[in-house]
C-alpha cells in the first residue's frame, strides 16, 4: 500500500484505556502494611486500581490485604507470549497521557525507551484506499459530529452521540468517533460521558504494557485464585466471603469491573442501596477486542506503528500495523459490529480480519499472514468486556457509583472515574481516592 499521508490529528484517547497520573510515581517503594491478622482494609481486585489501593494504602501505614480471583496481577492489562513467541497485549496497549502517566517514569527509570504515538495514517472504505477528496470527506464527517456533540455538552444535553450527529453519518466516521475511542458504538454513547476525557500525548514503549504494568505492581502482596463472592457490611465493620474463607475487616474497597457486579458475582448483604446498584448498570462494560495478525515481510509498506481505519464485508476496524517492531498488527473490533462479532466466536472473529486483509492488500494479504489469533474480553468471567462507557443520559453514574456506602464500602475504578473515565489513568487516581478515604475511616 502506497501514499498514505496524515491529513488530521485525530483525538484518540482511550485505546483500551491505557492513560495515567503522575502523582502515584512518586510514591515508588513503599513500606508493605500488609496485615498480619484481621486487617483494617480489604481490597477485591488486583488490576491497577487495586493495586494502586494497596499502595496508598500502604503509604497510609495501614494494614490491608488484597485478594484476587484470577493467578495473576493486571486485571485487563495483559502479555502473554505463548501465542507468536512473542509478546503481546491481549488488552491495554497504548500509553495515553503521557505527561502525567505513572508507567512512562517507571519504564524510563527501568532503561526502556517511551516515544510517541503518530497519528491515523490510512483510511480504506468502499473497497479502497480513501485519498483526497474522499479522505477528507471522512474526516469532515468526524469535524461536523465532534461539533454537534460539543454543542449538546454546551447545552449540558445528556444523550446519544447518534441522536445529535448527522442522520447520513458514514459507518467509518461514526466508528472513528464512537466505537474506536470509547468501545461502544455511537448510538450507546452519552455525549457528556464522551466529552470528559481529557487530551495528552499518546505514547508507546518497547517491549508490552502488560509486563510494564505487571513490574510496576509487583511489590504487591496478594491472594491469588481468592475469589470474594459476599460482602457483608450490614453491621459494624465488613465480612467478606472467599472461595479461600471468610475475612473480616473494617472497611472494603471494590474495584472489580461493572459487568461482574452486574451479573451478582459478588453478592452484598444489606442490598446495595437503589442509586448504586442503579449506577452499575448504567455503566456497562464496551466492546472492545484485538484480533492479533503476524505477518511476514512489510505487506502494508509502512513503518511500524502506523494506524490505519478499515470499513467494508459489513463492519468495521482499526489496525496498528507491525507494533513496536514485533512483526505483529493489532486488528481491532468494538462497538456494535465487535460485540455481535465476538459473540460469533473466535473463528468468525479471525475469519474477518482475513476478508479485510484480502480487501486491503489482495492475494497478499492472505499469504503474508502466518498466524492470527481473536481474544474476546466479553468471553472472560472476570472481565466481561474492555472499559465502561455510560448510556445516553446516564453519565452521572461514575458520581454515583464513586458515593462511599456507610463510610466501609467503597468502589473504584476507571468506571468512577468523572474527569478520565474508561483509562489506566482514571483507574489509579481512583483506587488512590478510595484508600485515602478509607484510611481516614479505619485510622
Given at each position: 500500500?502506497?501514499?498514505?499521508?496524515?491529513?488530521?490529528?485525530?483525538?484518540?484517547?482511550?485505546?483500551?484505556?491505557?492513560?495515567?497520573?503522575?502523582?502515584?510515581?512518586?510514591?515508588?517503594?513503599?513500606?508493605?502494611?500488609?496485615?498480619?491478622?484481621?486487617?483494617?482494609?480489604?481490597?477485591?481486585?488486583?488490576?491497577?486500581?487495586?493495586?494502586?489501593?494497596?499502595?496508598?494504602?500502604?503509604?497510609?501505614?495501614?494494614?490491608?490485604?488484597?485478594?484476587?480471583?484470577?493467578?495473576?496481577?493486571?486485571?485487563?492489562?495483559?502479555?502473554?507470549?505463548?501465542?507468536?513467541?512473542?509478546?503481546?497485549?491481549?488488552?491495554?496497549?497504548?500509553?495515553?497521557?503521557?505527561?502525567?502517566?505513572?508507567?512512562?517514569?517507571?519504564?524510563?527509570?527501568?532503561?526502556?525507551?517511551?516515544?510517541?504515538?503518530?497519528?491515523?495514517?490510512?483510511?480504506?472504505?468502499?473497497?479502497?484506499?480513501?485519498?483526497?477528496?474522499?479522505?477528507?470527506?471522512?474526516?469532515?464527517?468526524?469535524?461536523?459530529?465532534?461539533?454537534?456533540?460539543?454543542?449538546?455538552?454546551?447545552?449540558?444535553?445528556?444523550?446519544?452521540?447518534?441522536?445529535?450527529?448527522?442522520?447520513?453519518?458514514?459507518p467509518l466516521a461514526a466508528?472513528?468517533?464512537?466505537?474506536?475511542?470509547?468501545?461502544?458504538?455511537?448510538?450507546?454513547?452519552?455525549?457528556?460521558?464522551?466529552?470528559?476525557?481529557?487530551?495528552?500525548?499518546?505514547?508507546?514503549?518497547?517491549?508490552?504494557?502488560?509486563?510494564?504494568?505487571?513490574?510496576?505492581?509487583?511489590?504487591?502482596?496478594?491472594q491469588f485464585n481468592t475469589?470474594?463472592?459476599?460482602?457483608?457490611?450490614?453491621?459494624?465493620?465488613?465480612?467478606?466471603?472467599?472461595?479461600?474463607?471468610?475475612?473480616?475487616?473494617?472497611?472494603?474497597?471494590?474495584?472489580?469491573?461493572?459487568?461482574?457486579?452486574?451479573?451478582?458475582?459478588?453478592?452484598?448483604?444489606?442490598?446495595?442501596?437503589?442509586?448504586?446498584?442503579?449506577?452499575?448498570?448504567?455503566?456497562?462494560?464496551?466492546?472492545?477486542?484485538?484480533?492479533?495478525?503476524?505477518?511476514?515481510?512489510?505487506?502494508?509498506?509502512?513503518?511500524?506503528?502506523?494506524?490505519?481505519?478499515?470499513?467494508?464485508?459489513?463492519?468495521?476496524?482499526?489496525?496498528?500495523?507491525?507494533?513496536?517492531?514485533?512483526?505483529?498488527?493489532?486488528?481491532?473490533?468494538?462497538?456494535?459490529?465487535?460485540?455481535?462479532?465476538?459473540?460469533?466466536?473466535?473463528?468468525?472473529?479471525?475469519?474477518?480480519?482475513?476478508?479485510?486483509?484480502?480487501?486491503?492488500?489482495?492475494?497478499?494479504?492472505?499469504?503474508?499472514?502466518?498466524?492470527?489469533?481473536?481474544?474476546?474480553?466479553?468471553?472472560?468471567?472476570?472481565?466481561?468486556?474492555?472499559?465502561?462507557?455510560?448510556?445516553?443520559?446516564?453519565?452521572?453514574a461514575r458520581e454515583r457509583?464513586?458515593?462511599?456506602?456507610?463510610?466501609?464500602?467503597?468502589?473504584?475504578?476507571?468506571?468512577?472515574?468523572?474527569?478520565?473515565?474508561?483509562?489506566?489513568?482514571?483507574?489509579?487516581?481512583?483506587?488512590?481516592?478510595?484508600?485515602?478515604?478509607?484510611?481516614?475511616?479505619?485510622?
Amino acid at each position: 500500500m502506497t501514499h498514505l499521508t496524515s491529513r488530521r490529528r485525530f483525538r484518540l484517547q482511550r485505546r483500551w484505556f491505557v492513560a495515567g497520573l503522575g502523582g502515584l510515581a512518586a510514591l515508588g517503594p513503599v513500606r508493605l502494611a500488609r496485615a498480619t491478622g484481621n486487617p483494617k482494609v480489604v481490597v477485591i481486585g488486583a488490576g491497577v486500581a487495586g493495586l494502586s489501593a494497596s499502595k496508598t494504602l500502604s503509604a497510609e501505614g495501614v494494614e490491608h490485604v488484597v485478594i484476587e480471583a484470577a493467578d495473576r496481577i493486571g486485571g485487563r492489562i495483559y502479555t502473554e507470549s505463548s501465542t507468536f513467541g512473542t509478546p503481546c497485549d491481549v488488552g491495554a496497549h497504548w500509553l495515553h497521557n503521557g505527561e502525567t502517566n505513572p508507567l512512562v517514569p517507571f519504564a524510563r527509570r527501568s532503561g526502556i525507551d517511551v516515544y510517541e504515538a503518530g497519528e491515523v495514517e490510512g483510511l480504506f472504505a468502499d473497497g479502497r484506499w480513501l485519498e483526497g477528496d474522499a479522505e477528507e470527506e471522512i474526516w469532515d464527517e468526524v469535524d461536523d459530529a465532534e461539533s454537534a456533540i460539543n454543542r449538546a455538552v454546551d447545552r449540558d444535553r445528556d444523550v446519544s452521540l447518534r441522536s445529535v450527529m448527522d442522520s447520513d453519518t458514514s459507518p467509518l466516521a461514526a466508528f472513528l468517533v464512537g466505537a474506536y475511542e470509547h468501545a461502544a458504538s455511537v448510538g450507546s454513547l452519552s455525549t457528556i460521558d464522551w466529552d470528559r476525557q481529557e487530551e495528552g500525548t499518546d505514547m508507546f514503549h518497547d517491549g508490552a504494557l502488560g509486563s510494564l504494568a505487571a513490574a510496576w505492581g509487583a511489590e504487591v502482596p496478594v491472594q491469588f485464585n481468592t475469589a470474594a463472592t459476599r460482602v457483608d457490611w450490614s453491621s459494624r465493620g465488613v465480612k467478606v466471603q472467599t472461595s479461600s474463607g471468610t475475612i473480616e475487616a473494617d472497611a472494603v474497597i471494590v474495584t472489580v469491573p461493572t459487568s461482574v457486579l452486574a451479573r451478582g458475582a459478588i453478592k452484598f448483604g444489606h442490598d446495595l442501596p437503589q442509586e448504586t446498584s442503579r449506577a452499575i448498570g448504567d455503566l456497562p462494560l464496551g466492546s472492545y477486542n484485538h484480533i492479533i495478525l503476524q505477518m511476514s515481510g512489510n505487506p502494508f509498506d509502512v513503518e511500524e506503528d502506523t494506524m490505519l481505519c478499515y470499513a467494508g464485508n459489513g463492519g468495521t476496524a482499526g489496525l496498528l500495523v507491525n507494533a513496536g517492531g514485533s512483526g505483529l498488527t493489532y486488528f481491532d473490533v468494538a462497538g456494535d459490529f465487535g460485540a455481535k462479532l465476538t459473540r460469533q466466536g473466535e473463528g468468525a472473529m479471525v475469519e474477518f480480519a482475513r476478508a479485510a486483509l484480502q480487501d486491503m492488500l489482495g492475494a497478499d494479504g492472505l499469504t503474508s499472514l502466518t498466524k492470527a489469533k481473536a481474544f474476546p474480553w466479553e468471553a472472560n468471567p472476570l472481565a466481561g468486556g474492555a472499559y465502561t462507557a455510560a448510556r445516553p443520559g446516564r453519565a452521572r453514574a461514575r458520581e454515583r457509583l464513586k458515593r462511599p456506602v456507610a463510610d466501609r464500602l467503597f468502589f473504584a475504578g476507571e468506571a468512577t472515574s468523572i474527569s478520565k473515565p474508561a483509562t489506566l489513568d482514571g483507574a489509579i487516581a481512583e483506587g488512590a481516592r478510595a484508600a485515602r478515604v478509607a484510611a481516614d475511616e479505619v485510622t
